[in-house]
């Protein structure tokens, strides 16, 4: 802890520094004086440029620290004009805060002043959900609610200039799932599964959310796109393509200085997503694991009392992954659900999971999870040894996204052991860090999910050494041609 002296030497020190050398003011309407916030982000543009009057027009351009309302705005643009009279205002303003304030400031200081992490960012991966979207199906029979083109209508700042090509650079493949969802039209007149404006919005936020630790913080990253440093995936389908559109407008703040390419790849060999349709093996297993989901004791029982407050019609192949599909797209979009449903929100969550554990678990088998990301666990394995080693085609690059699905998120989360028996919401992250100690060089890897650091069983810590790391993923790693020798060989499958 800092004394209290010494504390407030620092104070006047931050204070003189902020409001009148650099012509910023520490302080918000909304919230105490940040102070930890202000001196870290000061040390950091000191660090970097030798001049002050340099490091202070760099800290004047910093988006987080602008001003977070127009009073404050106008408060500063007059006390800027009288110049002396900003320091007295800034002062006045200093002392009048809370002891509560004071006390944490001094508890942070020794903090701030710390050396640096002893942990060097080396490579980022993220691997989302994309965001809100029509439902996949509507439910028949049950209160329908429009689902009207404006909905879908893109937001300005979410746009950039950008091309899907398929993992060469060549033109798209053809995209069958996409074309599947023309064959039906919601009421209202949009199709199913498409990108809405909100689910474009969650993922400029998440995108800015990554700007914020990679590009403004640690400045990791380029604060312009460059393909060089950042590669993009997506699953062959428009909505998780739009929504790597919008994640890397926010994460860049549409500053390109070349078109974005978007890589995909045909839906036989897709890796994104559990490939029943790739993967014949997986079919085999899958199928009759999903179709006696919804007959199993509990679940059966429940989706019956389901129905029948629905008022759905018996035996239609309504089940509760369906049911709240359809619930949290209206509820996202602000849209009615039958009342009926109220009761019964948390129990159609529940079961919904416990389906998609059922089809994903068998009898403690691993097979099914091995089938489902195998592969794409690999390719984030391959990824990280591909950094350490130096032999990475692309030497620059450094981040890593994955713009995939829901079905992807539960079982790469099975297969961490962090999954919570939650269904993972619209723009949902897994963010694989690769770390290098500074002093050893020993490399480490930090998993987070939806932004909160993650301890994998199987870890000594957070940061995990990367020995340990690939032991949690080694049960279900499977490189792309033992996953296509396994996914051919069905012999004997059917009786497993």
Same mark, same amino acid.
């Given at each position: ?249 926010? +994460? &860049? $703040?549409?500053?390109?200085?070349? @078109?974005?390419? #978007?890589?995909?790849?045909? !839906? ?130 450094? +981040? &890593? $996204?994955?713009?995939?699905?829901? @079905?992807?998120? #539960?079982?790469?989360?099975? !297969? ?81």
């Amino acid at each position: 802890m800092v004394q209290a002296g010494k504390c407030s030497s620092l104070r006047t020190k931050i204070t003189f520094t902020l409001t009148v050398q650099c012509h910023v003011f520490p302080y918000s309407s909304r919230h105490d004086i940040d102070l930890k916030r202000w001196w870290r982000v000061w040390l950091n543009v000191k660090r970097t440029y030798n001049s002050p009057s340099a490091a202070c027009s760099q800290l004047r351009e910093v988006k987080d620290l602008r001003f977070r309302n127009s009073a404050m705005k106008k408060l500063w643009t007059k006390a800027s004009v009288l110049g002396s009279m900003s320091v007295a205002f800034g002062s006045m303003l200093w002392y009048q805060k809370k002891a509560e304030s004071d006390q944490l400031v001094c508890s942070h200081t020794s903090a701030d002043t710390n050396p640096p992490s002893p942990y060097e960012l080396k490579l980022v991966q993220v691997l989302f959900r994309h965001g809100a979207r029509t439902p996949l199906k509507s439910i028949p029979g049950v209160m329908e609610v429009q689902w009207v083109p404006t909905l879908l209508e893109p937001p300005a700042h979410t746009q950039i200039n950008y091309k899907v090509t398929d993992l060469h650079g060549g033109p798209r493949p053809p995209a069958p799932v996409e074309e599947s969802y023309r064959k039906n039209v919601l009421n209202g007149g949009t199709f199913p599964g498409q990108l809405t404006a909100v689910g474009m919005q969650q993922l400029y936020e998440l995108g800015k959310r990554l700007r914020r630790t990679y590009v403004e913080e640690t400045h990791f990253l380029s604060s312009t796109f460059s393909p060089a440093e950042v590669y993009v995936r997506s699953t062959n389908i428009l909505r998780t393509i739009e929504s790597a559109r919008c994640l890397v407008a926010g +994460l &860049f $703040l549409q500053k390109q200085t070349e @078109t974005v390419p #978007i890589f995909t790849t045909d !839906a036989g060999s897709e890796i994104l997503y559990p490939n029943y349709h790739g993967c014949q093996l997986l079919k085999i297993l899958a199928s009759p694991r999903w179709a006696e989901a919804s007959t199993l004791p509990d679940i059966a029982a429940d989706l019956q009392s389901v129905h029948s407050a629905l008022g759905i019609a018996p035996r239609l192949p309504v089940d509760f992954i369906l049911i709240r599909d359809d619930m949290v797209a209206r509820e996202t979009h602000g849209l009615p659900c039958p009342s009926a449903l109220g009761t019964w929100k948390s129990k159609v969550e529940q079961r919904a999971v416990d389906m998609m554990c059922h089809v994903y678990e068998h009898n403690g088998s691993m097979e099914n999870l091995q089938l489902c990301v195998g592969p794409l666990l690999h390719s984030l394995l391959t990824n990280i040894e591909g950094k350490l080693e130096g032999t990475s085609s692309e030497a620059d690059r450094k +981040l &890593f $996204l994955y713009s995939a699905h829901d @079905t992807t998120l #539960i079982p790469c989360l099975m !297969a961490l052991g962090i999954f919570d028996m939650k269904w993972p919401p619209f723009a949902a992250d897994i963010t694989v860090e690769l770390h290098q100690h500074r002093q050893t060089n020993k490399p480490f890897v930090k998993v987070s999910y939806v932004g909160q650091d993650q301890l994998l069983p199987g870890c000594s810590g957070v940061y995990c050494p990367l020995e340990q790391f690939k032991q949690v993923l080694s049960a279900y790693s499977l490189s792309s041609e033992v996953h296509r020798s396994r996914c051919n060989s069905t012999k004997g499958a059917a009786e497993s």
